[in-house]
């Protein structure tokens, strides 16, 4: 054991921590919301009981329509790598498209909104759907030469292209792997390589906050990125932000990179054979942040995932097909893959994709959007939620919508927060569903059944159908509901929606996710292998979940996560730094957002310019979503006597809380000179932070330790 361990050890761990706060109380589904729902009878809790599991998934796996019928619904000889309703074939694309053509045909699959609100609302038809599908699948099988199995990655903005590029490659059984626009060419690059793709499709360009931002210039970021990582690609497909128009400054590479519109000419009509997959192959990769610098490749299937993403949008999310239906999520993250595109198009509902930011040009404009659309089931993230609440409280009750169901995903949402979402947003009449879960998890995990469970505010409810949590504490003891004591909350059970593996990491996947509270790693019995999810949560008596955040050294910025690892190694790539420390600060809106603590080289002095040059660094490598609150540039980090960087005190000095005991820390006279420097500037600049809650203060001292 290390010094650092030691020293940890010391501290009171999360699972001995009392939990203390005031239990909210319930708020009940309207009875004219019951009349309707889908899943309005309580025998359904029965029919997903333990002793039916894991049939209980069939109900789940027959609302698909299968080539073939599986033999087996749950297959555990390769333990934790679970396959799902194996023998069975199908094809997702298949799902969300032809098979409402019948029906459904001349109803709006997608309504695309764009960002200008100048220009009209988009409805593209199940039948306009398919053809663009067959279309894009018929040039990236032709044109492109891909295969099934093959890799193809997105970099796409919230454009219609990109559900159509993501089932047109499901049409072929090509992986895709979507790259949330966000990020940079050289994220993006990164992500190329390790999934060994080719074929990069991009936009030129796209609207957000008013503005038309260049998005071509990523995709010869992210070309050179792949080339230093040894990945070559062969072809870049640019789609046009507006037809005929080029919206980007950085020249067509010759021989590369082709405009979408024009290729598709020689495609016109044409008409792709669905590829029949088995249902454990890989449907798409999302890669994921975590303890390491490089990210994961998380994949999910194409039998088990479709039938958890319809089986959870029809039950929680109430979808039926008249519903019109808006994810404001991106779909460049999993919740937009599960519950903007293929949970709510196999329904064959409407499904609303927002170009741009919810307050362009006002903190109006989503509420005009439901208005105008006659949206009635609305979903987004807690982050989206307090910042318009924050810039336009009064807004919604201007604006004739109603909506019958809502959600909020991605972060714990405040009590405070969640009841303007309610009586603001909701008008008093809406239901709303928490929803927890993760990129690896394919679909929800803790939520309310939204006709069936009491809504209780910051809680996310029991699990979802077939899901048996437990919380465990260090030493792999039940942590018991009712405690009052937050512990690791894993899921006892494997269920169709959990990804397959981490691309190319099998053993990353098993450690991180299935060996901290493996019983047996020989063990082919399900009941051996709980899935660490790497979240920190209590159970109060009535069995409700509070999930308090990661236990990793994961910073959750805007229910997006970030791995502190991926932000140092980002920083130390700047010629002057020396070490890096990545730390989460409260922040009212985002919930969390993230100070980089820097000690530089010796003969350099801290300078604006550094600064400048760290969060340059940090926009390249990953993202203008990563670029840190504050950059503090510190004489020392403070460190163990074994030379570990002990992020617990400067995440406690970021945060104006207690530091805890530093004797044991090798230089522990540095701290109260840290602490006076980010305390005065903060004082100065007016951004102290508020008082922490006490759960807030439990998650600051441990941060980092492990
Ligand atoms: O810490 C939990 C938090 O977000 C993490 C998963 O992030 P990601 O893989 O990006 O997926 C986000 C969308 C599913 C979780 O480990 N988280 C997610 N939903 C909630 C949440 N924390 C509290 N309450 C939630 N409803």
């Given at each position: 054991?290390?010094e650092?361990?030691?020293?940890?050890?010391?501290?009171?761990?999360?699972?001995?921590?009392?939990?203390?706060?005031?239990?909210?109380?319930?708020?009940?589904?309207?009875?004219?919301?019951?009349?309707?729902?889908?899943?309005?009878?309580?025998?359904?809790?029965?029919?997903?009981?333990?002793?039916?599991?894991?049939?209980?998934?069939?109900?789940?796996?027959?609302?698909?329509?299968?080539?073939?019928?599986?033999?087996?619904?749950?297959?555990?000889?390769?333990?934790?790598?679970?396959?799902?309703?194996?023998?069975?074939?199908?094809?997702?694309?298949?799902?969300?498209?032809?098979?409402?053509?019948?029906?459904?045909?001349?109803?709006?699959?997608?309504?695309?909104?764009?960002?200008?609100?100048?220009?009209?609302?988009?409805?593209?038809?199940?039948?306009?759907?398919?053809?663009?599908?067959?279309?894009?699948?018929?040039?990236?099988?032709?044109f492109?030469?891909?295969?099934?199995?093959?890799?193809?990655?997105?970099?796409?903005?919230?454009?219609p292209?990109?559900?159509?590029?993501?089932?047109?490659?499901?049409?072929?059984?090509?992986?895709?792997?979507?790259?949330?626009?966000?990020?940079?060419?050289?994220?993006?690059?990164?992500?190329?390589?390790?999934?060994?793709?080719?074929?990069?499709?991009?936009?030129?360009?796209?609207y957000?906050?008013?503005?038309?931002?260049?998005?071509?210039?990523?995709?010869?970021?992210?070309?050179?990125?792949?080339?230093?990582?040894?990945?070559?690609v062969?072809?870049?497909?640019?789609?046009?932000?507006?037809?005929?128009?080029?919206?980007?400054?950085?020249?067509?590479?010759?021989?590369?990179?082709?405009?979408?519109?024009?290729?598709?000419?020689?495609?016109?009509?044409?008409v792709?054979?669905?590829?029949?997959?088995?249902?454990?192959?890989?449907?798409?990769?999302?890669?994921?942040?975590?303890?390491?610098g490089?990210?994961?490749?998380?994949?999910?299937?194409?039998?088990?995932?479709?039938?958890y993403?319809t089986?959870?949008?029809?039950?929680?999310?109430?979808?039926?097909?008249?519903?019109?239906?808006?994810?404001?999520?991106?779909?460049?993250?999993i919740?937009?893959?599960?519950?903007i595109?293929?949970?709510?198009?196999?329904?064959?509902?409407?499904?609303?994709?927002?170009?741009?930011?919810?307050?362009?040009?006002?903190?109006?404009?989503?509420?005009?959007?439901?208005?105008?659309?006659?949206?009635?089931?609305?979903?987004?993230?807690?982050?989206?939620?307090?910042?318009?609440?924050?810039?336009?409280?009064?807004?919604?009750?201007?604006?004739?919508?109603?909506?019958?169901?809502?959600?909020?995903?991605?972060?714990?949402?405040?009590?405070?927060?969640?009841?303007?979402?309610?009586?603001?947003?909701?008008?008093?009449?809406?239901?709303?569903?928490?929803?927890?879960?993760?990129?690896?998890?394919?679909g929800?995990?803790?939520?309310?059944?939204?006709?069936?469970?009491?809504?209780?505010?910051?809680?996310?409810?029991?699990?979802?159908?077939?899901?048996?949590?437990?919380?465990?504490?260090?030493?792999?003891n039940?942590?018991?509901?009712?405690?009052?004591?937050?512990?690791?909350?894993?899921?006892?059970?494997?269920?169709?929606?959990?990804?397959?593996?981490?691309?190319?990491?099998?053993?990353?996947?098993?450690?991180?996710?299935?060996?901290?509270?493996?019983?047996?790693?020989?063990?082919?019995?399900?009941?051996d292998?709980?899935?660490f999810?790497?979240?920190?949560?209590?159970?109060?008596?009535?069995?409700?979940?509070?999930?308090?955040?990661?236990?990793?050294?994961?910073?959750?910025?805007?229910g997006?996560?970030?791995?502190?690892?991926?932000?140092?190694?980002?920083?130390?790539?700047?010629?002057?730094?020396?070490?890096?420390?990545?730390?989460?600060?409260?922040?009212?809106?985002?919930?969390?957002?993230?100070?980089?603590y820097?000690?530089?080289?010796?003969?350099?002095?801290?300078?604006?310019?550094?600064?400048?040059?760290?969060?340059?660094?940090?926009?390249?490598?990953?993202?203008?979503?990563?670029?840190?609150?504050?950059?503090?540039?510190?004489?020392?980090?403070?460190?163990?006597?074994?030379?570990?960087?002990?992020?617990?005190?400067?995440?406690s000095?970021?945060?104006?809380?207690?530091?805890?005991?530093?004797?044991?820390?090798?230089?522990?006279?540095?701290?109260?000179?840290?602490?006076?420097?980010?305390?005065?500037?903060?004082?100065a600049?007016?951004?102290?932070?508020?008082?922490?809650?006490?759960?807030?203060?439990?998650?600051?001292?441990?941060?980092g330790?492990?």
């Amino acid at each position: 054991m290390t010094e650092g361990q030691e020293a940890s050890s010391e501290e009171v761990s999360e699972s001995q921590i009392a939990v203390h706060w005031r239990e909210e109380k319930y708020f009940f589904p309207p009875a004219k919301f019951i009349a309707q729902a889908n899943a309005a009878d309580p025998d359904i809790f029965e029919q997903f009981s333990e002793e039916n599991f894991p049939e209980c998934f069939r109900a789940y796996a027959d609302l698909l329509s299968w080539d073939k019928y599986w033999h087996t619904t749950l297959d555990t000889s390769e333990a934790p790598f679970w396959k799902w309703f194996v023998g069975g074939k199908l094809n997702a694309s298949y799902n969300c498209v032809d098979r409402h053509l019948a029906t459904k045909g001349n109803k709006a699959a997608i309504i695309w909104v764009p960002e200008p609100e100048s220009a009209d609302p988009v409805a593209i038809t199940y039948t306009e759907l398919h053809r663009r599908v067959n279309e894009f699948a018929a040039l990236l099988r032709d044109f492109c030469g891909v295969k099934t199995g093959d890799r193809v990655t997105l970099h796409m903005p919230m454009v219609p292209e990109l559900p159509v590029a993501m089932l047109a490659c499901a049409r072929l059984g090509v992986i895709h792997s979507q790259v949330f626009g966000g990020f940079s060419g050289s994220a993006c690059g990164g992500r190329i390589a390790d999934s060994g793709s080719t074929i990069l499709v991009t936009m030129d360009g796209y609207y957000r906050s008013g503005e038309l931002i260049d998005h071509k210039v990523k995709a010869d970021e992210a070309v050179e990125a792949a080339r230093k990582e040894g990945a070559e690609v062969d072809k870049v497909l640019v789609w046009r932000r507006h037809a005929g128009e080029y919206a980007s400054q950085t020249p067509m590479v010759e021989g590369r990179d082709f405009f979408v519109d024009e290729v598709l000419s020689d495609y016109r009509g044409q008409v792709v054979e669905p590829v029949s997959m088995p249902a454990e192959a890989p449907l798409f990769l999302m890669y994921t942040s975590g303890t390491t610098g490089r990210p994961k490749g998380c994949q999910h299937s194409t039998g088990g995932y479709m039938a958890y993403v319809t089986g959870t949008s029809k039950f929680y999310q109430d979808i039926h097909p008249d519903d019109t239906y808006w994810c404001m999520a991106d779909i460049g993250w999993i919740t937009g893959h599960s519950y903007i595109v293929y949970g709510p198009l196999s329904l064959g509902t409407t499904s609303v994709v927002y170009e741009g930011t919810p307050n362009y040009p006002d903190a109006g404009r989503p509420w005009r959007i439901a208005e105008r659309l006659g949206v009635n089931i609305f979903h987004t993230s807690p982050t989206a939620i307090r910042m318009l609440r924050k810039v336009g409280p009064d807004e919604p009750k201007k604006y004739n919508y109603r909506f019958k169901h809502m959600t909020t995903v991605g972060e714990a949402i405040e009590p405070e927060v969640w009841r303007w979402y309610h009586e603001a947003v909701g008008k008093g009449e809406a239901v709303i569903v928490d929803t927890w879960w993760q990129t690896e998890t394919g679909g929800f995990l803790g939520t309310t059944l939204p006709a069936l469970g009491p809504m209780k505010p910051g809680s996310c409810g029991p699990m979802a159908l077939g899901i048996y949590a437990v919380i465990y504490d260090e030493d792999g003891n039940v942590v018991e509901a009712g405690s009052g004591k937050a512990g690791n909350i894993c899921i006892r059970n494997p269920w169709p929606g959990v990804f397959e593996t981490v691309w190319g990491q099998p053993e990353r996947f098993v450690d991180t996710y299935y060996k901290k509270y493996c019983k047996n790693p020989d063990s082919k019995d399900w009941h051996d292998w709980p899935y660490f999810a790497g979240d920190g949560a209590v159970q109060a008596a009535d069995g409700y979940f509070r999930i308090l955040g990661r236990v990793d050294d994961v910073i959750n910025v805007a229910g997006h996560r970030l791995g502190t690892k991926e932000l140092e190694s980002s920083c130390l790539s700047v010629e002057e730094v020396a070490e890096a420390a990545a730390v989460p600060v409260v922040d009212d809106v985002r919930g969390r957002a993230v100070e980089m603590y820097i000690s530089l080289k010796p003969g350099f002095e801290a300078s604006k310019d550094i600064e400048a040059k760290i969060t340059k660094a940090i926009e390249t490598d990953i993202g203008k979503i990563a670029r840190p609150k504050n950059i503090w540039i510190v004489p020392d980090m403070p460190k163990t006597r074994s030379g570990k960087i002990m992020r617990r005190v400067i995440a406690s000095i970021s945060n104006f809380t207690d530091v805890g005991d530093i004797t044991t820390l090798a230089n522990p006279e540095i701290v109260d000179g840290i602490r006076q420097q980010v305390r005065s500037t903060k004082e100065a600049r007016g951004d102290a932070p508020r008082e922490l809650t006490e759960e807030e203060k439990a998650e600051i001292k441990n941060f980092g330790t492990e």
